[in-house]
């Protein structure tokens, strides 16, 4: 058998032919179908040589089938694009009702924040003094029972 | 564009892309479903198109999508290759008559090579030969990169078939 592809990598006119008349094997057909979706000179070829008389009537015509398709593909979207308004409106109903979108709510999560932050604050001096109390206690009790006397003479 | 006027598109190219996918799948019933994906396919980017360029691109896209149903249907029927342990093994680890075989295979293996018809030839030559990484063969040969793995998949293949033709 001839060459399919030129020493470039090309389509050869044989190749091209062969595919038109049918001469060609799975793998064969396939290796010119990979050619053709990446080389655009050789696809200019293969439709040049796809005159009127070697075009091939469909039985039956996909205008209708590709139609419906379309028709439902819209539908989908539009469906989609629906859903989300609807889902999104629910959620921000559920906000609202809540009191989240109140002129007062910032100012009680604030106030509340305040009074927690007060609370711990509290919390934190009264356990630092306990603390430092009961060092100072501790050092008071160690250094009473220690004397001095006699040591410098 | 409105449904009326994608419709003329389809009357007026619908014997092009029929013909493109049944050349290439050779399957009467296959092609029209090919040719419907097409159309569909199309559709949704049909507006970004020029119209003296409709041709090509519905050539090209029922073309890609023969292709994509080639690849499955070949990809199924074509089982995975196994190396040939005795390559493996390395040249300080042979003996001296084990060393001068792979030698003299290690040649033969790139005479088969080189004995490869295009599309493979120039793949293999890279790939197996130059030890090119399959995106430096995309960019070399400008290829798509899924391209050239397959390619090379198909070479390997017909290389150990042509090797084995020889050992026998």
Redesign the interface.
């Known amino acids: 058998m001839e060459d399919l592809f030129d020493k470039e990598g090309h389509l050869t006119k044989f190749a091209i032919n062969s595919n038109i008349e049918g001469n060609l094997d799975e793998l064969h057909r396939l290796e010119i179908s990979e050619h053709i979706s990446f080389c655009e000179k050789c696809l200019e070829v293969y439709i040049e040589a796809l005159t009127e008389d070697k075009l091939l009537h469909p039985f039956e015509s996909c205008s209708s089938k590709v139609e419906r398709e379309i028709e439902k593909t819209k539908y989908a979207g539009l469906f989609r694009r629906y859903a989300t308004v609807f889902v999104a409106a629910c959620f921000t109903m559920m906000l609202w009702v809540s009191g989240i979108f109140s002129v007062n709510y910032a100012e009680k999560i604030n106030q509340a924040h305040v009074s927690m932050m007060s609370e711990k604050n509290i919390r934190i001096t009264e356990i630092t003094k306990n603390f430092t109390e009961n060092i100072s206690d501790g050092l008071n009790n160690t250094f009473k029972n220690i004397s001095l006397k006699g040591v410098f003479e | 564009m409105t449904?009326n006027e994608?419709?003329g598109i389809?009357?007026l190219y619908?014997?092009?892309v029929?013909?493109?996918c049944?050349?290439?799948?050779?399957d009467y019933h296959e092609?029209?479903n090919l040719?419907?994906d097409t159309?569909?396919s199309a559709?949704k980017h049909i507006d970004k198109v020029k119209t003296e360029s409709y041709?090509?691109w519905l050539?090209?896209i029922a073309?890609?999508k023969?292709?994509d149903f080639?690849?499955s249907?070949?990809a199924r029927k074509v089982t995975c290759t196994e190396e040939n342990e005795f390559f493996d093994k390395k040249s300080d680890e042979l003996t001296p008559d084990e060393f001068f075989i792979e030698k003299e295979s290690t040649d033969f293996i790139k005479n088969t090579i080189y004995s490869l018809?295009?599309?493979y030839l120039?793949v293999s030559t890279l790939f197996f030969i130059e030890s090119k990484t399959v995106d430096e063969i995309s960019i070399i040969?400008?290829?798509?990169k899924k391209?050239v793995q397959?390619?090379i998949f198909?070479a390997k293949d017909i290389l150990k078939k042509m090797l084995r033709k020889e050992e026998i």
């Open positions: 449904n994608f419709k389809v009357n619908e014997k092009l029929f013909t493109i049944f050349q290439m799948v050779r092609a029209q040719t419907q159309f569909i559709y041709k090509p050539a090209k073309s890609n023969a292709k080639l690849k249907a070949y018809k295009e599309p120039k040969l400008n290829r798509p391209t397959t390619q198909r």
